[in-house]
């Protein structure tokens, strides 16, 4: 990989990361609101879910940026993103305009899925603390 794919490569990771970054560390100050969302779909345990979805995504958001053990990151946050997208977009159970935008928001979570793939198979570059 030459200099400028690797330089794409870091800005790609730290891109894609960001997003869950963020979402973590907001979810940390709004803990309750985080488990009684996951509670309104049903799932089970919302409070443990509500740590793990935490250390999940600013877990592996910061692996990913650093690009430590990048591509276990990536293939965690790819089926986060995908569970994500049917428990809490299933834009095909609403009606409009609700439908709408949970269908924008789901497309945005598999192509996310599919980024963090393209992470997990060529991995996270040069400037990474993986450096594969």
């Known amino acids: 990989m030459n200099a400028a ?8 990771r730290i891109l894609l990361a960001a997003i869950f970054v963020q979402s973590g560390w907001g979810k940390i100050s709004g803990f309750t609101r985080t488990a009684t969302a996951i509670a309104s779909k049903g799932l089970p345990a919302p409070e443990v879910m509500a740590a793990l979805t935490i250390c999940v995504e600013l877990g592996a958001g910061l692996l990913l940026v650093f690009g430590w053990k990048a591509r276990w990151a990536a293939f965690a946050l790819a089926v986060f993103s995908l569970l994500a997208a049917f428990f809490f977009h299933n834009y095909w159970t609403m009606s409009e305009p609700q439908a709408a935008a949970n269908h924008i928001n789901f497309m945005k979570n598999v192509a996310i899925a599919g980024g963090m793939l393209m992470v997990m198979a060529f991995g996270p570059g040069r400037y990474s603390i993986d450096r594969r």
């Open 5 to 12: 794919s690797s330089g794409l490569a870091l800005i790609a």
